[in-house]
């Protein structure tokens, strides 16, 4: 079965830290540009961050820039996404996605997971 899992998403404090993780199964994601997206009620869903398929290579959206990380580590086929700092509006569903650099890769989405940052 072809699959993306997010996990680790849960209601945090003003200034909390959150480390979502992504995992695949069915598949190799070694061969796979990744990213972060999020998406709030009544907003559209917005990239957050990207990875190239070695990890050489990262890029974040203005809002998170000093305050999350992206990663992976492509032996345990999972993506990462280390949050500090979290504000209310990083308040969102968080997907992750692999990117389609090829004709050949499908782009596949996770369930996503819930992030909520509040008092």
């Known amino acids: 079965q072809v699959q993306l899992v997010e996990s680790g998403g849960e209601l945090v404090q003003p200034g909390g830290s959150l480390r979502l993780s992504c995992a695949a199964s069915?598949?190799?994601?070694?061969?796979?540009?990744m990213s972060w997206y999020r998406q709030a009620p009544g907003r559209e869903r917005e990239l957050v961050a990207s990875?190239?398929?070695?990890?050489?290579?990262?890029n974040y959206a203005d809002s998170v820039k000093g305050r999350f990380t992206i990663s992976r580590d492509n032996a345990k086929n999972t993506l990462y996404l280390q949050m500090n700092s979290l504000k209310p509006g990083d308040t969102a569903v968080y997907y992750c996605?692999?990117?389609?650099?090829?004709?050949?890769?499908?782009?596949?989405w996770g369930q996503g997971t819930q992030v909520t940052v509040s008092s």
């Open positions: 069915g598949f190799s994601l070694s061969t796979y540009a």
């Open positions: 996605k692999t990117d389609q650099t090829f004709f050949w890769q499908s782009a596949r």
């Open positions: 990875i190239t398929a070695s990890g050489d290579s990262t």
